[in-house]
């Protein structure tokens, strides 16, 4: 009898850590086999913003009027007329990139913070005649590793084309 009261508990033991596991397993899944992908998602967006926002310059510097779906006039272009079209043109509705970590809201931001709070959005900033452009891939944030910048001089895309 004292048996198989034993094996009632052992039963009942283990009945009760699988229902633990399976309750707590969409919270693992989404913390350890997402976090390569949040990554790798954040650092994607940051390459396609570098490419859109190089190809807007260049639309400029072609004779084009605007760029960036009108975003951009291109008469009178500046680093920070760029950076403004830039955040406008990644938070309008048709074009926004969403951040891959939670709560998954719009990507871009302008300025730069190397807040952990801020792991996964893309800052949009100028300084002069540069358009600079920091994401966080991971945390913490403040470890240059996690970090990615790129910068795009205009002055050298505009005197390119020419």
């Known amino acids: 009898m004292k048996f198989l009261k034993k094996i009632i508990k ?35 967006s940051h390459h396609n913003i570098l490419k859109v926002v190089a190809a ?25 007329s760029v950076a403004e079209a830039s955040i406008k043109y990644f938070l309008s509705e048709e074009n926004i990139v969403k951040n891959a970590y939670p709560p998954h809201a719009a990507a871009i931001k302008a300025g730069f913070s190397t807040a952990d709070i ?23 944030c403040n470890k240059k590793e996690n970090l990615q910048e790129s910068t795009i001089d205009i002055n050298d895309i505009i005197n390119e084309k020419k």
């Open 118 to 140: 801020d792991v996964g959005y893309i800052f949009i900033k100028e300084s002069g005649s540069k358009i600079i452009i920091t994401s966080c891939n991971k945390t913490p």
């Open 56 to 80: 807007g310059i260049g639309k400029c510097s072609l004779g084009k009027k605007t760029a960036m779906a009108d975003n951009l006039i291109c008469n009178g272009i500046t680093a920070s």
């Open 10 to 44: 052992f039963g009942v033991l283990l009945a009760m850590c699988f229902i633990f596991f399976i309750a707590l397993f969409p919270f693992l899944n989404d913390y350890l086999y997402t976090g390569s992908a949040r990554v790798n998602s954040t650092k994607s």
